[in-house]
């Protein structure tokens, strides 16, 4: 697969799973705020690194915070998910939410390890 349709999936999925929740952060807790911001922000930037094909040097360091942080993100909400009294349907959605994201922060991951040079 080419860099260019990772890029155009990691922008879509960062649209679809974080989209809707642009209008719950007028009012919600700093954190939640802050790791939804973050988490498009580096969505945005690995998406353009993949699509414009920048991935030497900063472009493959986006790459690596993208996967880094999606994958804490993911992680977290997961357990958090799992852990307290939320209903089966809401914890499988997440699941299959979490599912998709680490798919493409590992394929971010090695897109990034791939380039030639990286030490």
């Given at each position: 697969?080419?860099?260019?349709?990772?890029g155009?999936?990691?922008?879509?999925?960062?649209?679809?799973?974080?989209?809707g929740?642009?209008?719950?952060?007028?009012?919600?807790?700093?954190?939640?705020?802050?790791?939804?911001?973050?988490?498009?922000?580096?969505?945005?930037?690995?998406?353009?690194?993949?699509?414009?094909?920048?991935?030497?040097?900063?472009?493959?360091?986006?790459?690596?915070?993208?996967?880094?942080?999606?994958?804490?993100?993911?992680?977290?909400?997961?357990?958090?998910?799992?852990?307290?009294?939320?209903?089966?349907?809401?914890?499988?959605?997440?699941?299959?939410?979490?599912?998709?994201?680490?798919?493409?922060?590992?394929?971010?991951?090695?897109?990034?390890?791939?380039?030639?040079?990286?030490?």
């Open positions: 697969m080419s860099h260019r349709l990772l155009v999936l990691i922008l879509l999925w960062a649209a679809i799973t974080w989209g929740r642009i209008g719950l952060l007028v009012g919600s807790d700093p954190v939640a705020v802050a790791r939804i911001v973050i988490s498009i922000a580096v969505a945005l930037a690995a998406g353009y690194v993949l699509i414009r094909r920048h991935s030497e040097g900063r472009g493959r360091l986006v790459l690596w915070t993208y996967a880094l942080v999606t994958a804490a993100i993911w992680l977290s909400s997961l357990a958090n998910v799992w852990t307290n009294d939320n209903s089966i349907g809401f914890r499988l959605v997440h699941t299959a939410l979490a599912a998709v994201s680490l798919a493409l922060a590992a394929w971010a991951a090695v897109r990034a390890r791939a380039v030639p040079g990286n030490g």
